[in-house]
């Protein structure tokens, strides 16, 4: 199974360690040779194999390793093949796309699809970022990488791409802080509104959130305009990092890397929690934290040192 860090990943051949390029012998899965006849009813055009020429040609590369897209190919035809029943939906949604950044776009489309906002639009406005963004590309890499190393719950890749609402509602939130730094204000805005609609998660286009980020459960949680979150970070659901009341500017909390934060927290106003900090479930935060220690109660002290370097790798909230 592939595994990458943020030290490792990169989805560039040329990047890769000179043992990694010897051994990096991506395996050619095989796809669907048919096309089921009723399944033209079911998916938008784009699961029917039909190529946008532009699109294709910036997000595929033949010439890269890429070991995640690889893994969730193998999974997909592992699963089509245990179930049967469900090999119309392993192709639509993974088999019949050249990257993850189409497979990924193409599920995101379908779950935030609605009347006045069609598959083929949101489609569109996916992979159109994404193609154009190697940051988003990275990111959401190490991303699916966090979420099926840190979250028991999470069995394959595939289950990540496809079902956890954490991910593929913090990938949203990425294309819309794309759109929102492209001053394209009023589509980022509705991408956050129909993310909320739809996962129960609200994040501001404008937030500013690292990568190899576990949203785990993601029902709740809640980040606003000016708050930053450095890489590494866990957060459980129904965290919010908001501001204290109508002040303008900036007024949302700075999250250092390697942060884990419990279910339900509160973190409130312009204010510094410390790297590889825990903050137990529950807990309201309202002044700044130190590096490598564990705050809880309401209002949240600190009550004890972590022990290990990055409490959000180990998710240990026993403590």
Request: hydrophobic share 40%; proline share 5%; charged share 20%.
């Amino acid at each position: 199974m592939a595994h990458l860090s943020h030290k490792t990943l990169n989805y560039l051949p040329e990047t890769l360690s000179e043992h990694e390029a010897e051994e990096a012998q991506p395996d050619s899965v095989g796809s669907f040779s048919f096309w089921p006849p009723h399944l033209e009813k079911v998916f938008p055009v784009y699961a029917m194999g039909i190529p946008n020429p532009v699109l294709d040609s910036s997000l595929q590369n033949s010439d890269c390793f890429d070991p995640i897209w690889d893994d969730v190919r193998k999974e997909a035809q592992l699963e089509a093949e245990r179930e049967p029943i469900l090999s119309s939906f392993f192709y639509a949604t993974i088999l019949s796309h050249d990257c993850l950044e189409q497979a990924l776009a193409f599920a995101l489309a379908n779950r935030l699809q609605k009347p006045t906002l069609l598959a083929t639009q949101l489609m569109d406005i996916f992979s159109t970022v994404m193609k154009h963004d190697k940051g988003i590309q990275h990111s959401i890499r190490l991303d699916i990488q966090a979420f099926k190393d840190r979250d028991p719950a999470c069995l394959s890749y595939c289950s990540a791409l496809l079902y956890m609402k954490g991910y593929q509602s913090l990938q949203v939130h990425r294309v819309a802080h794309a759109l929102w730094g492209q001053g394209r204000k009023v589509l980022a805005l509705a991408l956050q509104s129909r993310v909320s609609e739809v996962f129960g998660v609200d994040i501001h286009p404008a937030a500013k959130i690292g990568n190899g980020i576990l949203v785990d459960h993601g029902t709740g949680v809640v980040i606003g305009e000016t708050a930053i979150i450095g890489n590494r970070v866990s957060l459980m659901q129904g965290v919010t990092l908001g501001g204290t009341g109508k002040e303008t500017g900036d007024r949302h909390p700075k999250v250092a890397e390697g942060v884990l934060i419990g279910a339900h927290a509160t973190i409130l106003g312009n204010l510094q929690v410390g790297e590889c900090v825990m903050i137990a479930a529950g807990s309201v935060v309202l002044q700044d934290v130190p590096p490598h220690s564990i705050v809880a109660g309401v209002p949240a002290k600190v009550i004890g040192r972590v022990r290990e370097h990055y409490p959000s790798l180990n998710m240990q909230q026993d403590r």
